[in-house]
Each structure stands twice: as structure tokens, then as C-alpha cells.
């Protein structure tokens, strides 16, 4: 029998009236009372609270810990600077993902954010590939929530003005009203905002403290799958996997080409050089229906081209929107596939990732 763990604000979510449900674990809000895609426009607008409590975050301490972190993962770890995080993958010796990630060096310390459902994974593999002077310490006191949209910033500065001028995917040690907070730029939905890592006895203070203003809403686990397929953004489990590696899953940006001491270098750079069987794509259709998970795409001839991995409704589009794994050598941009759902046959095209262009903060030059 599985336990169902609860975040620190699980009596926050049940207060306001979220529908709950299970996810990795963790029971988790799907949505609240105005649902999901009033939620998803209210973040695309304004600004959204989420509850992402259930992600692991490790703090890795030690002698040399960047240099042999970095044996794992493709990206460059030695040259963050404090105050600086980089999103990468933990590789396994074929290439594979053992989870997407993203490392933030605090200075006396690098801090990982790895995916709820591959915590144990990610700890496991870390104590069977690092040395004993680097320690692995799995937070489990430490919250984490989400303030993403156009106005996060407005919020946000109102309790700490420095967070402002913040560039993208920096990360900082501070104070919100007296609460402690390590607080970065970044986010899964394609806006600019905000992550804030929180010990759990002050999380519930803290959240209630940014559902105060009336640009916040508190958005659920729905609208974040659907903000985050419309920027073009990795699911675990549905775009990644231990059998995708960075090169099929589009993410060969995150791939330093001069390296080849990490697991998984070897196929990683040989599908770089001479390209991948399969490749990650946006799709879309003309119809209404949800081109769902799993789903097989079809040329016009009748024969299996690739699968879909994720679809739901893109409410700022107003139209569904999907990403699939597509054999490399039908990708064309406009290409017509086809789908088959309750004996239908549903066409579909490709189309360039993101749907919705991202609009980060870029720290403007005077």
C-alpha cells in the first residue's frame, strides 16, 4: 500500500477548495474552484501561485562537488557563477534521462530541483556516482512554490525590491517579510517568474501572504501540464525518459560539444554528429479533439511515423495542442500526418515548439 505524502500547504489547497488528486506520491491540487483554463489564462496574464512542494530539492556540498557532478550531466557545472542555475539532465551510461533538472550554485553549495517522481532515482544514482567527500542531502523541511505570469514581478517587488532587476535562471538567498527564501528566475510556463524555495513552517505564511494581492490566483497541477506543453517544455516520463537522450528530445542546446567525460558522452555526441532516429515535435490540429498520450501517427500512406507523448487543450490558443516523437526522416515543417481516435482518422501537422513564445526577463542594457 502506497502512502500518499501531503506538501506543507495541503490545508491551504483543501481551504481554498482544490480539487485534489494523486500525483508522484503527493496528493496534489488539479485545479481550484474556477478551473483549469481560467487558471492557465490568469497565469498567462496576471499572475499564478503554484504548489511545487512535491519536487526533490538536494543540496550537494563537498570538495570539488561541480567537477564531479558535472561527470553525470552534459551541460557545464564549474563555470556557474554564484548566483547562477542552468537547466541539464542526469544521464545514464546509453545517453538516456534519468531526469531533467536544473543546478544552482549558492556558493557553499550547489542546489538541484529534480522532478517529483524521480527523486529516489536521482538520489540513488548520485551516492552510486559520486565520492564519499561530496554529500547528498535530500531536503525534505524545504517547500516550493511557484509565482509565474506578467505581473510575478509586481508582486514580488513590493516585499523585496532588488527581485526586479533579478536576470533570468539567477538565484538568490533573501528575505519576504522576515521569512528566509532562496529565490530564483525561472519557471515551467514560458512567463517570467518566479521559484521560492521555503522551509515548510513558514511556507503556509508565505503563500497566503502572495494569494493576498489580487493579481494572484492559486493555479493546480492542470493548468501547469497545459503551460507548460504550450512553451514546449519536457514532461518526465512522457517527453523523457531513460531511453530518450538530450539529442532526440530536442534539448542538444543543453550538450557541451567539447566534453566527452560523462556518462552517456558517447552515443549523446555520436547522435549530435550524425543525428538521431527520432526526433521531438510540436503538433497540432485543425479539430477539436485532444490528440492524447500514447496516440500513433501515421503517414498518408498508412504507415507508423511516431507517437504522441503529450496533448492536452491550449487555452491561450484556444485550439489543442500536442508533442510527439516523429522518425527523423518524414520531419518537415507543415508535414500532414494522421491520428486515429474513436475510429477517425484525425489530421495533424508539425509545427515549430514553443506555441506560445516564451517571455522571460531580459535585463535591458542602458
Same mark, same amino acid.
Given at each position: ?9 495541503? $490545508? ?199 494569494? $493576498? ?52 558522452? *558517447? ?20 479539430? *477539436? $479533439? ?25 487555452? $491561450?490558443?484556444? *485550439? ?47
Amino acid at each position: 500500500m502506497h502512502i500518499i505524502e501531503k506538501t506543507a500547504l495541503h $490545508s491551504l489547497h483543501t481551504e481554498l477548495k482544490a480539487k485534489i488528486t494523486p500525483f508522484a506520491g503527493y496528493a496534489m491540487p488539479l485545479h481550484y474552484p474556477p478551473g483549469i483554463i481560467k487558471e492557465h489564462l490568469h497565469t498567462r496574464t496576471k499572475a499564478g501561485l503554484f504548489d511545487i512542494s512535491h519536487m526533490g530539492q538536494i543540496r550537494l556540498t563537498g570538495d570539488q562537488s561541480a567537477a564531479e557532478l558535472e561527470k553525470l550531466v552534459p551541460s557545464n557545472i564549474q563555470t556557474l557563477q554564484p548566483g547562477q542555475q542552468r537547466y541539464t539532465a542526469l544521464t545514464n551510461k546509453s545517453g538516456g534521462i534519468i531526469d531533467d533538472l536544473i543546478i544552482a550554485n549558492l556558493d557553499k553549495y550547489l542546489l538541484l530541483i529534480v522532478n517529483a517522481s524521480r527523486k529516489d532515482a536521482v538520489v540513488q544514482h548520485l551516492q552510486i556516482h559520486l565520492p564519499h567527500h561530496c554529500q547528498i542531502e535530500l531536503l525534505t523541511e524545504q517547500a516550493l512554490l511557484a509565482l509565474q505570469g506578467p505581473q510575478a514581478v509586481t508582486v514580488l517587488q513590493q516585499n523585496e525590491k532588488q527581485l526586479s532587476k533579478m536576470p533570468y535562471m539567477s538565484i538568490r538567498q533573501t528575505e519576504i517579510n522576515n521569512i528566509p527564501c532562496t529565490i530564483s528566475r525561472s519557471g515551467y510556463t514560458g512567463e517570467d517568474g518566479f521559484e521560492i524555495s521555503v522551509a515548510n513552517i513558514f511556507a503556509n505564511n508565505l503563500a497566503q501572504r502572495l494569494l $493576498s494581492h489580487t493579481e494572484v490566483l492559486p493555479i493546480g497541477l492542470g493548468a501547469r501540464d497545459s503551460l507548460r506543453l504550450e512553451a514546449g517544455f519536457c514532461l518526465y516520463g512522457h517527453e523523457l525518459s531513460t531511453e530518450i537522450t538530450a539529442v532526440e528530445a530536442n534539448l542538444s542546446w543543453l550538450v557541451a560539444k567539447e566534453r566527452t567525460d560523462y556518462l552517456g558522452a *558517447k552515443r549523446t555526441l555520436y547522435q549530435f554528429r550524425e543525428g538521431a532516429q527520432h526526433y521531438r515535435v510540436g503538433i497540432q490540429t485543425s479539430g *477539436k $479533439s485532444i490528440l492524447r498520450s500514447g496516440t500513433d501517427l501515421y503517414d498518408s500512406q498508412g504507415n507508423k511515423v511516431g507517437k504522441i507523448s503529450s496533448g492536452s487543450f491550449g487555452a $491561450s490558443l484556444q *485550439k489543442p495542442v500536442a508533442m510527439a516523437y516523429v522518425i527523423a526522416e518524414v520531419i518537415a515543417p507543415g508535414t500532414t500526418f494522421f491520428c486515429q481516435q474513436r475510429g477517425h482518422d484525425i489530421p495533424v501537422s508539425l509545427t515549430p515548439l514553443p506555441f506560445v513564445k516564451h517571455r522571460y526577463y531580459r535585463e535591458t542594457k542602458s
